[in-house]
């Protein structure tokens, strides 16, 4: 007797849960109706019943209805839910349709159907146990400012324990206020207090049609806001402008090193410098294509295999050229320029023919792939890591330069070559290696430029002109006045072009070097030494 009432106990319990569950279901089915009556009207009362009903399947079918996947039997009063399988399901029981209506059509919406539709996903997913579901639901609502998600924004602020979270909650919530038109004056102006501390394009598009309404306390409030929001956007593009500068600075930086050691050494006027950073470019194919098919493990590592092996390929060609052509030409700087378009000319055509002449896939680790947001600052881990490459090159260089025999000789020959040869410097061994590290510092360089450019035959001839600029205008040989002016001309660059255009943009700093050069011939750091200043 005791085991009966026990079971009788546990039906009636299970009967007394089940109740809000079937009673959401019979909320559920007269809302449904409104899908099937082909009126975007009835289609709107539809989506805001169902939203408010409570039920299970709600998010199911506001989710099919936003992907296209509701459809309904116009003969049968029937909603169905097509589900990302392919299985049509009843929307109201979710129980399966053996067989499809004949007269299935899928329900229409219109523009405003849409934004209902995204905040009554915004609204079902704004409890969501999952973070990123939550903050997704929070900017679904920003943009709909629906004012019937308002209730669940309210309950959801008051559980949101993440602090960023909640944050987006707020900021859903004053966009939603702003759109209230029974809102009192005291609530639109803490909306917009929260809009302005968001202060991105966003709230500044809510805040200004607001700023334009009628003479109120909550128009001169937005004003203020607008004005507060531009002045801040203002200052983030210009130091956006400032980020993307330094991000050229680096890669002329990278071409330009290079050649600032052939050129201030032994007074070459190198027109291959740029096909050395197109070696090195193709290299970095040519470890990723091995990494692809032979070791896949190592694709992320393909670009620290590739810097060492680039500087070792392009320095050795660099060698090349310097003993079998350039040895012959010191003292001649038309010739050495002429002939050095020519090998430039060689190498080019030497590549189209390995490679071919279309453009070859380099792809980025996953260390260079992405960005993240610094303040207003949207910065790419792939830029990031070419300036932090390219600082690190700089200092290497330095460091070879001050502290080693041989950057004590190659000083030596660059300040008074006569006087290092009178001294027992072998003049000819140092210009060897002066060109080939030279030049293999461009190949290291075309290992970045291969993350930001395309890797083709014409790859350094879109460098060699602002390497040349970049060294004048820092001065010949210096290595701080490359940095400096790589600085200078890349954030120069970025300023100018949004006025004027890419190629006026270079023309104007073309025609600003030039009356510079005249001014300072040798640049903003002059070398000192007995030969330079004779």
């Known amino acids: 007797m005791r085991k009966i009432l026990l079971l009788i106990g546990l039906a009636f319990a299970l009967l007394v849960n089940l109740s809000p569950l079937r009673a959401a279901e ?52 029937t909603v169905f839910v097509k589900g990302k399988d392919g299985v049509l399901t009843d929307a109201a029981t979710g129980a399966k349709v053996a067989t499809a209506p004949t007269d299935l059509k899928a329900v229409r919406l219109n523009n405003r159907l849409r934004r209902a539709v995204d905040a009554a996903v915004g609204a079902l997913t704004l409890m969501s146990p999952n973070p990123a579901r939550r903050r997704e639901a929070a900017d679904a609502v920003f943009k709909s400012r629906d004012e019937a998600t308002l209730p669940t924004l309210d309950a959801a602020i008051a559980k949101e324990s993440d602090a960023a979270i909640k944050t987006a909650l707020q900021q859903a919530r004053a966009s939603v206020i702003l759109a209230k038109s029974d809102a009192s004056d005291a609530d639109k102006i803490e909306a917009v207090a929260t809009l302005r501390a ?210 004590l000789r190659m000083r030596a020959v660059t300040q008074n070559r006569r006087m290092a040869s009178s001294m027992g410097i072998d003049t000819n061994r140092i210009d060897a290696l002066a060109f080939g590290l030279g030049s293999g510092i461009a190949g290291m360089a075309g290992v970045a430029l291969s993350q930001i450019d395309n890797v083709s035959p014409n790859l350094g001839q879109s460098y060699i002109i602002d390497s040349f600029m970049v060294v004048v205008f820092g001065g010949v040989g210096n290595l701080w006045g490359t940095l400096l002016g790589a600085g200078l001309l890349g954030v120069a660059n970025k300023f100018l072009e949004p006025f004027a255009g890419a190629v006026l943009g270079k023309i104007a700093l073309l025609v600003f070097i030039i009356l510079f050069i005249q001014k300072r011939p040798r640049g903003l750091f002059a070398l000192k030494g007995r030969a330079v200043e004779a």
């Not at 019943?49 to 996947?69: N, T, Y």
């Not at 023919?353 to 279309?358: H, K, L, Q, V």
């Open 198 to 407: 968001r202060g991105d394009q966003d709230s500044l598009a809510i805040l200004t049609g607001l700023a334009s309404g009628p003479e109120t306390i909550v128009k001169q409030a937005a004003q203020a806001a607008v004005a507060a929001i531009e002045s801040r956007l203002s200052m983030w593009r210009n130091l956006q402008n400032i980020w993307y500068g330094l991000s050229l600075g680096s890669v002329l930086l990278l071409a330009a090193i290079g050649l600032a050691i052939t050129f201030g050494v032994m007074g070459v006027i190198n027109m291959a410098h740029g096909e050395m950073v197109m070696l090195g470019a193709y290299t970095t194919f040519v470890v990723q294509e091995y990494a692809r098919t032979h070791a896949p493990g190592l694709f992320n590592y393909s670009l620290l295999i590739a810097v060492p092996l680039a500087f070792l390929v392009a320095g050795a060609v660099g060698v090349l050229i310097e003993r079998t052509i350039i040895r012959f030409l010191y003292g001649r700087p038309l010739e050495t320029l002429l002939a050095t378009f020519g090998v430039s000319l060689v190498l080019q055509q030497a590549v189209r023919t390995i490679f071919g002449a279309n453009n070859r896939e380099v792809g980025a680790p996953s260390f260079m792939s992405g960005s993240f947001q610094f303040g207003g600052l949207e910065i790419t881990y792939g830029r990031m890591w070419i300036i932090v490459f390219a600082l690190v090159v700089f200092a290497s260089l330095q460091l070879l330069l001050r502290f080693t025999s041989f950057g």
């Open 26 to 77: 019979a909320d559920l089915a007269p809302a449904l109706q409104g899908f099937a009556s082909d009126s975007f009207s009835a289609t709107g009362s539809a989506i805001e019943a169902v939203a408010q009903s409570g039920a299970a399947r709600a998010p199911v079918i506001i989710e099919a209805l936003q992907d296209g996947r509701l459809s309904y039997s116009a003969e049968g009063k």
